[in-house]
């Protein structure tokens, strides 16, 4: 029996975690070790893979616990196998040895305790790294990666690789932060299943970075699910980020929309103030019943802070219960940017559902656009592609093919901007482009499920089906231009033949969904002088109709502005001739179109006498007994609309300022504080040098605006990403923001100091020993610079004697520890003993994931005699520093009667709580019915 037969008829169990079983063992660094020739000045320990090829019997036992606790599936040691995670010791070489190994010994012991009855399997873990493909490390540079979407696929493949030949039942792509980084996996183990001729299931799961529901970068739920809808998922789920109660809801909705089986294996709930889990096996039991008992699950688990005693609770639960039925398969398109965009086939509909698609950055349409990304000017460029989102472009389609461009290298950075501006991001993206190798390029960089446009038959099946299967290896759904061999199809009868060639091929030979297709059956000029042009418009909404009927769960999509080219410079017409005809078009099941949501003009608010003549060129009308054609007519209107409106500008009549009025601009109207705040919240750019200088004439010194209005906003920005209310990307945008008003700011600064640097002071960051977690860091370093702090960021995995000698050398104003592991909070307490011992009490600042204030006051502060400071979220750390720089001399006082009283409370709290032994012999029973 296999894993895909076990889990149709009952529930299955997953193990706990290793991370937290390991830590029990209480190995020692040589341990980590072992006796391979390894650097001498790194610590290996935390390093928890390593164990598979240095102390393999401690990682055989744990699994052999979860075993006998009743683990259906337990995972491989293998989370950070990966040629990146590993680089952070140097031991990438040996990346491929810790998966395959890995694997080996889950084989092993799933193998001595399978029977016919129970098989066990091996789950191959596959992490998400320490890296993010979405995500700038460098604000200053938004389009910067610290890896590319190759190196990523290619050190995935190779653990993978590794975990099929160790004999793995399944891969597992967990804790998901970035869908782009699961995208590369998820690519990475189709690649790999292809080449070891095996099928081995798929697993996801997500980690949300808050209540809010979405990922770090920025995804929601629904946004994933349509992200990785064109692959063959098995199952798809949610660990690690909270306990089980706070994941109950996510769980629910991907059960109610996803069709997969489902998983979930939360932490032991959230971390105390000291970073361990409260939550015992009972009284995480109940928690865990109620996903069974609700039907929400097929595979259930535990995350950080379980053990084998969880296991076995969680398996006892599960015995005889009925698994989660399934959703059904999805029957229409999903697309996605930072949001879900659905899709919904209506086909059967007398009028479709319409989505634009904004077409104003495309180089080949706009000579703004081409200017802009010619001049290098991306900011101003991206404001193009937000006003098209602003104005109703539910998909925005990226062109970057000019001759005079390198087409590639502008496309992946244009999207890889556009992914920081998450008022884009939002909304799907269409990456257009003649060249295949432009096409790919620009899927590596979207996290979300866009559109390629386009693909044709006009080189051949062979080149069209290469294409087509590239598309669904990055997630894609496409547009097929109406074109073969023999070239453009023009007439109806031609459309249709090439468009009914194309869907079997693509989803008979392919594989492709045909809700992932959208046929464009080509809108050619009219009216144009040529008779053979004038029935273009109409040909194309007869193949319309007749794809959507008969070519089912297809979509059709046009370039709308070919169709009156031959009005160019009459905007009126042309606009007025768009909204025409998508009118018919619509009625007839267009439902995609490249047009500009801009556009002011419908098809009601063109006048009888207007709409008579544009509808007969449109449908190609002749009214018997007229001497003048439908075309001859409309020339004589456009004419006379082109007389009309140089007359009126010669007049000075309907003449606007662009930058006033209307509802969007009424922030514009305030104060300049609430003003700059406003910029700052939003990420706005395009007023801020005229608001700064606004500023500089109320405020006596430059840096009073920093502190004033700017700070202002960016506590309103830690108050809202506190209260789950932005997101990760959105506050990155807030923080380019504020480093673009500093620089603003700078040279007026420079001129009021007389000598030394303007810096605000300087900070030393470092992710500490045995920790290799850093994005958390870097986040406050940008946060940091933005505010004018010089930063000298130390890395990750930094041992206590090179975080001293560094501190004296450069004579920091202040330190800032990170970590995100448990351990991270014995090793920052080493930290500050390490500083007193140097004689050193320059102010600390403590943060991550399991940091809390209640630690910082039971165990760093009373080993360090310099104040301490617990900095809950990166808005927070330039609020402190401006404490600190400002020489506060009560400042440790108070912190110190702050973190005496703590403890006082802390202790009378404890000396109330009756020891664990005590409490078990008043443990309620949960399962006694009553």
């Not at 865990?288 to 296991?311: K, Q, R, S």
């Not at 990226?398 to 901007?417: I, P, S």
């Not at 940091?784 to 104003?813: F, L, S, T, W």
């Amino acid at each position: 029996m296999n894993i895909r037969e076990a889990i149709r008829s009952r529930i299955l169990i997953l193990d706990g975690a290793l991370g937290t079983m390991i830590q029990s063992y209480g190995l020692s660094e040589d341990d980590f070790r072992g006796s391979l020739p390894l650097l001498k000045m790194v610590t290996y320990k935390g390093n928890n893979d390593m164990l598979n090829i240095t102390h393999p019997q401690t990682i055989a036992d744990i699994h052999r616990r979860y075993l006998k606790a009743g683990a259906d599936i337990i995972e491989t040691n293998t989370f950070s196998s990966q040629r990146i995670s590993q680089s952070d010791y140097h031991l990438q070489d040996y990346a491929h040895e810790m998966a395959l190994e890995g694997a080996r010994l889950a084989r092993q012991c799933a193998d001595e305790f399978s029977t016919p009855e129970k098989p066990r399997f091996v789950a191959g873990s596959v992490g998400p790294t320490n890296r993010t493909l979405s995500i700038s490390p460098d604000v200053s540079d938004p389009a910067k990666r610290d890896l590319t979407y190759d190196e990523l696929f290619n050190d995935y493949c190779e653990q993978i690789d590794g975990l099929i030949v160790g004999g793995a039942d399944a891969i597992l792509i967990e804790t998901i932060f970035d869908t782009l980084n699961a995208k590369a996996a998820i690519d990475a183990a189709m690649s790999e299943n292809r080449r070891h001729g095996t099928d081995l299931p798929i697993m996801v799961s997500v980690s949300v970075n808050d209540l809010a529901g979405r990922t770090l970068s920025g995804q929601t739920l629904e946004a994933f699910l349509a992200s990785i809808s064109s692959y063959p998922i098995f199952s798809v789920g949610l660990n690690c980020s909270f306990g089980a109660l706070q994941l109950k809801p996510y769980v629910k909705e991907l059960g109610e929309k996803a069709p997969y089986y489902i998983s979930v294996y939360p932490n032991a709930g959230l971390p105390n103030e000291l970073g361990l889990y409260d939550e015992t096996a009972d009284s995480m039991a109940p928690e865990i019943a109620e996903f069974i008992d609700e039907g929400l699950v097929n595979i259930v688990g535990g995350c950080c802070g379980t053990t084998d005693e969880f296991i076995a609770r969680f398996a006892e639960l599960a015995e005889g219960k009925k698994p989660h039925a399934v959703a059904k398969p999805y029957d229409h398109m999903l697309l996605s940017g930072l949001e879900l965009h659905e899709v919904v086939d209506s086909a059967s509909e007398q009028v479709a559902t319409f989505n634009n698609v904004g077409e104003r950055c495309n180089v080949a349409g706009s000579r703004k656009f081409l200017r802009l990304i010619n001049e290098k000017k991306y900011d101003e460029a991206l404001s193009i592609a937000r006003k098209q989102v602003d104005d109703g472009a539910l998909v925005i389609d990226v062109n970057m093919d000019d001759g005079l461009l390198d087409a590639k290298a502008e496309m992946v950075r244009f999207l890889r901007m556009v992914s920081g501006e998450p008022d884009i991001a939002r909304v799907p993206i269409m990456i257009d482009s003649s060249k295949w190798d432009v096409i790919t390029a620009g899927l590596k960089c979207i996290q979300g499920k866009g559109i390629v446009n386009s693909i044709s038959l006009k080189n051949g099946e062979d080149e069209f089906i290469s294409h087509a299967r590239d598309i669904m290896r990055y997630g894609a759904a496409v547009v097929v231009m109406c074109f073969d061999e023999h070239g453009q199809a023009t007439t109806y009868e031609r459309k249709i033949e090439i468009a009914e060639r194309a869907y079997r091929i693509l989803t008979e030979k392919v594989g492709m969904k045909p809700y992932d297709i959208i046929f464009d059956p080509n809108i050619l000029s009219i009216a144009t002088g040529i008779p053979e042009h004038d029935n273009y418009a109409v040909d194309f909404i007869r193949a319309t109709r007749w794809i959507r009927q008969n070519l089912k769960g297809a979509h059709v999509s046009g370039g709308v502005s070919n169709l009156s080219f031959s009005f160019r410079g009459n905007n009126y017409i042309r606009e007025a001739m768009h909204a025409v005809f998508l009118y018919h078009a619509i009625q007839n099941g267009m439902d995609f179109g490249i047009v500009n949501p801009a556009t002011k003009i419908t098809y009601d608010d063109i006048p009888a006498e207007h709409l008579k003549i544009i509808e007969d060129v449109v449908l190609n009308r002749h009214t018997p007994g007229e001497s003048e054609s439908p075309q001859e007519r409309l020339i004589e209107l456009a004419s006379k609309i082109a007389e009309q409106k140089a007359a009126e500008k010669a007049a000075g009549v309907g003449q606007k300022n662009s930058k006033s009025g209307g509802s969007d601009d009424a922030w514009r109207r305030e104060g300049v504080e609430t003003r700059l705040k406003y910029e700052l919240r939003r990420g706005l750019t395009d007023y801020l040098d005229a608001d700064i200088h606004e500023a500089l004439e109320k405020y006596p010194h430059a840096v009073d605006i920093i502190q004033g209005p700017l700070m202002d906003g960016m506590n309103e920005v830690g108050e809202l990403f506190g209260a789950g209310k932005m997101f990760l990307p959105q506050v990155v945008k807030t923080a380019r923001t504020m480093k673009m008003a500093v620089e603003i700011l700078k040279p007026y600064m420079e001129a009021e100091k007389k000598t030394g640097s303007v810096s605000a002071g300087k900070i030393l960051l470092a992710t500490v020993k045995g920790d290799v977690h850093d994005i958390g860091k870097n986040i406050v370093g940008v946060v940091m610079a933005c505010n004018n702090y010089e930063v000298m960021d130390m890395g990750v995995m930094v041992p206590a004697d090179q975080i001293v000698r560094k501190a004296k050398e450069e004579h920091v104003d202040m330190i800032g520890l990170s970590g995100l592991i448990t351990p991270s909070l014995d090793e920052m307490v080493n930290v500050a003993k390490e500083l007193r011992k140097a004689g050193l009490d320059i102010p600390l600042m403590v943060g991550g994931a399991t940091t809390s204030n209640l630690h910082v006051a039971l165990k760093i502060a009373p080993v360090y005699d310099g104040p301490v400071f617990w900095v809950k979220d990166a808005a927070q750390e330039p609020l402190i520093a401006g404490r600190i720089m400002r020489k506060d001399k009560n400042l440790k006082s108070e912190l110190d009667s702050q973190y005496a009283k703590m403890r006082s409370e802390y202790q009378e709290k404890q000396e109330k709580i009756m020891s664990i032994d005590e409490a078990r012999k008043h443990k309620p029973n949960f399962f006694d019915g009553k």
